[in-house]
């Protein structure tokens, strides 16, 4: 979709279009980091099916480990995923938030040319 640099702010009912593809994208986004965490702490932690999903999720949210690693391999998994969590937490929200940030960027943008047009 090319865009034309005099186009106006996207109509109110393409822009809940635009929020919901990228809200989407970062649901998606999500869903697919606590898969690896699920699956990282159910394989390689050796964790039940329940306290690997509340593991994954509590350090995809940022709040924390709850059960102890007890192998290396565990400890090493352990450790990426919470880089890895701590990335992709920012990077979703990002993503999220992208439609608002371009809305906003458009609309100073059209007031400028607007106040520039007056002068």
């Given at each position: 979709?090319?865009?034309?640099?005099?186009?106006?702010?996207?109509?109110?009912?393409?822009?809940?279009?635009?929020?919901?593809?990228?809200?989407?994208?970062?649901?998606?986004?999500?869903?697919?980091?606590?898969?690896?965490?699920?699956?990282?702490?159910?394989?390689?932690?050796?964790?039940?099916?329940?306290?690997?999903?509340?593991?994954?999720?509590?350090?995809?949210?940022?709040?924390?480990?709850?059960?102890?690693?007890?192998?290396?391999?565990?400890?090493?998994?352990?450790?990426?995923?919470?880089?890895?969590?701590g990335v992709i937490?920012?990077?979703?929200?990002?993503?999220?938030?992208?439609?608002?940030?371009?809305?906003?960027?458009?609309?100073?943008?059209?007031?400028?040319?607007?106040?520039?047009?007056?002068?």
């Open positions: 979709m090319k865009k034309h640099k005099n186009r106006q702010v996207l109509p109110p009912k393409d822009f809940g279009r635009r929020v919901l593809k990228y809200s989407l994208y970062s649901l998606m986004l999500l869903i697919l980091s606590l898969t690896i965490g699920v699956l990282g702490y159910f394989f390689i932690g050796g964790l039940s099916l329940i306290d690997s999903i509340y593991n994954a999720s509590m350090i995809l949210t940022g709040m924390g480990p709850i059960d102890k690693m007890t192998t290396d391999s565990a400890k090493l998994f352990a450790s990426a995923y919470a880089l890895f969590s937490f920012l990077s979703t929200v990002a993503v999220f938030f992208a439609p608002f940030a371009h809305r906003l960027i458009h609309l100073f943008k059209i007031d400028e040319m607007d106040n520039t047009n007056l002068d």
